[in-house]
Structures are given as structure tokens and as C-alpha cells.
């Protein structure tokens, strides 16, 4: 209804007026850009490879933020400033899902390949590696907090969509992170308050192995999720994780408790308070 501009690529110059005249009666002309077919598909492909590559390379930083000492939302909110560059994009996390960005720079990879632009594609398949190095991370990271095994032990899992506002789990972060929780021997509770816990079963399952399909629990609500664990796990940053009562939230849990927040939405000091232990991505704690 409102976009940043309507793209339209082909050949057939009417039909391409025709399509200027029909978004015309609800966008300016001005926002309405006409090109040939390859830079039309070529845009879309770089568009979201842009924005993928920007969230790969913040990723990149919250770990070099945990390894020094600096804040990761200061440092993005300060490049975030310079008007080159914009603050959009620039929130470290889990890495990126969703149907387009990992299937959009595949593509770019493969066409970048198919003209012999071997560093070309070099350079954007990194992107994908840096957003599968980020998850790989975190689950090593979470089970050396945890004393080096997360063996029989319970974990709630907060967001199981790819992002907030959404149900859609395509090439969701928790997909892996998950899985490989799961591979570690940890019990699930997992809750999100859009996804299905049909969908989550369908992107969990073990074909092979029984034990690990039911080694989780569909959570109906937040405070169910909590029951018993060892340690609560933040992947999505739905907007009701973000003002938790941790006084009764820590009640729930099993001592010594942990949170582990992948998307910087917990207030650290107040679960703290209540003896909570906190790991946050981009600081050294």
C-alpha cells in the first residue's frame, strides 16, 4: 500500500505501461521504476542480499563485543547514526530465516558461479556461512555456560518463528538451534505465541529417532514454559518477552537459573535480582 518504490522489468513496453497505469491510481509515478528484465530480477536478489549481509556483519560483531567488553546496542545504534549507513538491519540475533534472504543469496551464489565470478560468489556465500556460524555459536556457547552438558536437562524455548509478528517458521534460527539442543540431550518447552505446535513438529522432526521427536513439549502459555527448567532460552523478540515478571517467572525455575537472550530484549538487571544468571548477545557477560 505504501512501498519504497514498485519494480517493474520486461520486454513488452505496453504491458509495462499497463502495470505503471494500475499502480498509479495508489502510488506516486515517481515511486514506480521501469527496467529490463535481468536488472529488475537482479534488483530483488541484491535488495535482499544487502540487507542479509547486514545482519550477517552485525552478527559478526556482537561476538567480538562479548570477547572485549563492548555493548553491542550501543555500537550498532552509533553506526546506526551515520545517515550512509541507517540503523535498519543493524540488530544482532540468532541470524536471519524467513523464505527470501537464504534463498536469494543462493541464487545470486549460483548465478555469480555460472559467469565464472568465482570471488563474486565467494563473497555472498560467506554471508550464508557467517548467518549458520552465528547458530553453531550460540549452541556452543549455551552448552559451555551450562557446565558443559545440557544432558537430561530441561530449557524453555521463547520464539520459534524466524521473527516476531509472523507464524512463519521457514528457515527459522530455532530450527537448528533446536535440533541441536535436542542432539545434546536436552528436554524442550516450547513456546511462541503464533506458531503451531503442528508446524513445530514438522520442522523438529527425527525421522530415525523416536527419542529425540518427543524429547519437547508444546508450551500453551509463557508461564507454563517455565516450569522446571534449567534454563530459558529467548530466540524470537516478540514484544511480550520484553517486560517479563521474573519475580514469579524465577519461582519456576530450577536453581541456579539461566537466560540466555539472543535478540538483547530482557532487561538484565531485573532477572538478576532474582538470582537469575544472564548471558546476552554482543556483551561480555
Not at 70 to 80: E, F, P, S, T, W
Request: net charge neutral; charged share 20%; glycine share 6%.
Amino acid at each position: 500500500i505504501n512501498p519504497d518504490r514498485i519494480l517493474i522489468g520486461g520486454e513488452d513496453t505496453q504491458a509495462i505501461n499497463a502495470l505503471v497505469e494500475i499502480y498509479s491510481n495508489w502510488v506516486d509515478k515517481d515511486k514506480v521504476f521501469t527496467t529490463d528484465l535481468w536488472s529488475s530480477e537482479l534488483s530483488k536478489l541484491i535488495a535482499n542480499a544487502f540487507l542479509a549481509q547486514r545482519i550477517s556483519s552485525i552478527n559478526t560483531i556482537s561476538a567480538l563485543c562479548e570477547s572485549t567488553g563492548a555493548k553491542i546496542n550501543d555500537v550498532a545504534l552509533a553506526v546506526g547514526m551515520d545517515k550512509r549507513i541507517g540503523s535498519s538491519f543493524l540488530n544482532s540475533g540468532p541470524g536471519f530465516g524467513g523464505s527470501c534472504f537464504k534463498k536469494d543469496i543462493s541464487n545470486l551464489v549460483y548465478i555469480s558461479n555460472h559467469y565464472g565470478l568465482s570471488e563474486v560468489a565467494s563473497y555472498w556465500q560467506k554471508v550464508l556461512d557467517i548467518n549458520s556460524w552465528q547458530q553453531k555459536r550460540f549452541v556452543e556457547l549455551f552448552v559451555k555456560k551450562m557446565f558443559g552438558t545440557i544432558s537430561s536437562k530441561k530449557i524453555a524455548i521463547l520464539g520459534f518463528a524466524f521473527k516476531a509478528n509472523t507464524n512463519d517458521t521457514r528457515e527459522s534460527p530455532a530450527i537448528y538451534i533446536c535440533r541441536k539442543l535436542l542432539e545434546e540431550g536436552a528436554l524442550l518447552n516450547i513456546y511462541d505465541p503464533k506458531v503451531s505446535s503442528d508446524q513445530i513438529s514438522k520442522d523438529l522432526h527425527f525421522s530415525n529417532n523416536l527419542m529425540l521427536n518427543q524429547n519437547w513439549l508444546f508450551s500453551n502459555s509463557l508461564e507454563d514454559a517455565f516450569i522446571n527448567v534449567d534454563a530459558a532460552l529467548f530466540l524470537t523478540e516478540w514484544n511480550e518477552f520484553q517486560s517479563l515478571d521474573w519475580c514469579n517467572l524465577s519461582k519456576l525455575m530450577r536453581k541456579p537459573a539461566w537466560v540466555f537472550d539472543t535478540r538483547s530484549i530482557v532487561n538484565i538487571k531485573d532477572a538478576q535480582k532474582y538470582g537469575i544468571r544472564v548471558w546476552q548477545v554482543g556483551y561480555g557477560n
